[in-house]
């Protein structure tokens, strides 16, 4: 008969918030909404298109828990990547390895929302301008317990329409 005392005790767990523990998500774990990020996407990607920026440049900076990559300034003319260039002298890969339109940025956020919908623990964030809806920030990663690395983002600052 104990054993029947457990289901009840894991579903009291789970809706108290210490369910997370249960699941193996780090207590402080909550579930992004990937239906209102997804509707954000959208969202950002019309306001984009709205537009129809085809020159433009942006410096890029991107984290990949534990290793921080060389700033990057990436240039967009006729909508196509036309240069890249290192932004510092810190070793890494090629500027030319991460020079992306603002179209492809968008299509790798909806690849993330994609595979980490489905994922337990999944983590995921992202910022888009008010005014273009370019994105500004994306972070992904996992929320599970015993796991201090296991996330990454990427920044889009000084935007310029050119």
Known sequence: M????????L?????????????????????????ALQRDLSAARVRWQTTNV??????????????GFPPIRVTVTGGVVSST?????RPGPSAASFGATIEQRFDEIAQ????????????????FDVSD???????????????E???GQWEIGNFTRL
Do not use: I, M, W
């Open 2 to 9: 104990r054993p029947l005392l457990l289901v009840p005790l």
């Open 11 to 35: 579903l009291g767990l789970s809706s108290c918030g210490l369910g997370n523990l249960v699941s193996g998500c780090r207590s402080d774990y909550v579930r992004p909404n990937f239906a």
């Open 54 to 67: 085809q020159n433009y440049r942006y410096d890029f900076s991107q984290f990949a828990a534990p290793v």
């Open 85 to 89: 260039e290192n932004l510092d002298d």
């Open 112 to 127: 993330g929302l994609s595979a980490s919908k489905n994922e337990q623990c999944e983590l995921f964030s992202v910022d």
């Open 133 to 147: 809806g370019h994105p500004l920030k994306r972070l992904s990663g996992t929320a599970k317990r015993g796991l």
């Open 149 to 151: 690395d296991g996330f």
